[in-house]
């Protein structure tokens, strides 16, 4: 079963700043199989990048996604104030199965 | 505009059952595979279990520690999604959500329903 670490835990970042957020696999994934969530408080999450690297439909372009292997990013290039919220990295495995990271919270500083 | 609502949570004592619904619109129900997924107060997202269009065979998987437990269906007449879930334990208490599948993530999710296992 692979296992997804998110890091850090919590981010704080000022609103225009650059916000990089990492998705470490405990092995290797293939490209295609990694999406990424916003969920905000009392909400549903909401799909940003999808195959790690596509805008999933109507998702700003100050959000993408890069990696490849263990290793995934999402970087929002200049932070909003309605950015502030939790992110979760997701993979999809062969059992099948769907495994999430435990999530990076972005808080205002 | 794509909605799913999921209705039927509350209050369940431990071993008890509940049977959660989601009703789709917006798009072609029959065609998409179609998960639930919860999360515990305070915690992350879990993946609980997926079921494939009935063209694709209508198979289910779940995950570990709810397989044997939770079964879903589905009426593509009504344009429902059903979790029904049994044995319940402390651990399922949790809100949630009906999403719908894309490729290998989720690209649409229902409010939640919120569901409490307490004696």
């Known amino acids: 079963e692979i296992v997804l670490t998110q890091s850090p835990g919590t981010l704080s970042l000022s609103p225009g700043e650059r916000a990089t957020l990492s998705c470490r696999a405990s092995?290797?994934?293939?490209?295609?199989?990694v999406s990424w969530y916003q969920q905000k408080p009392g909400q549903a999450p909401r799909l940003l990048i999808y195959?790690?690297?596509t805008r999933a439909t109507g998702i700003p372009d100050r959000f993408s996604g890069s990696g490849s292997g263990t290793d995934f990013t999402l970087t929002i290039s200049r932070l909003e104030p309605e950015d502030f919220a939790v992110y979760y990295c997701?993979?999809?495995?062969?059992?099948?199965?769907?495994?999430f990271g435990q999530g990076t919270k972005l808080e205002i500083k | 505009e794509v909605q799913l609502v999921e209705s039927g949570g509350g209050l369940i004592e431990p071993g008890g059952s509940l049977r959660l619904s989601c009703a789709a619109s917006?798009?072609?129900?029959?065609?998409?595979?179609m998960s639930w997924v919860r999360q515990a107060p305070g915690k992350g997202l879990e993946w609980v279990g997926r079921?494939?269009?009935?063209?694709?065979?209508?198979?289910?998987d779940f995950a570990a520690p709810v397989k044997g437990r939770f079964t879903i269906s589905r009426d593509d007449s009504k344009d429902t999604l059903y979790l029904q879930m049994s044995g319940l334990k402390t651990e399922d208490t949790a809100v949630y959500f009906c999403?719908?599948?894309?490729?290998?993530?989720?690209?649409?999710w229902g409010q939640g329903a919120l569901v409490t296992v307490a004696s």
């Open positions: 999403s719908k599948n894309r490729g290998y993530g989720f690209d649409y």
């Open positions: 917006g798009f072609t129900f029959s065609n998409a595979w």
């Open positions: 079921i494939k269009s009935k063209a694709d065979g209508g198979s289910l």
């Open positions: 092995q290797s994934i293939s490209d295609n199989y």
């Open positions: 195959g790690a690297s």
């Open positions: 997701q993979e999809y495995g062969s059992s099948p199965s769907y495994t």
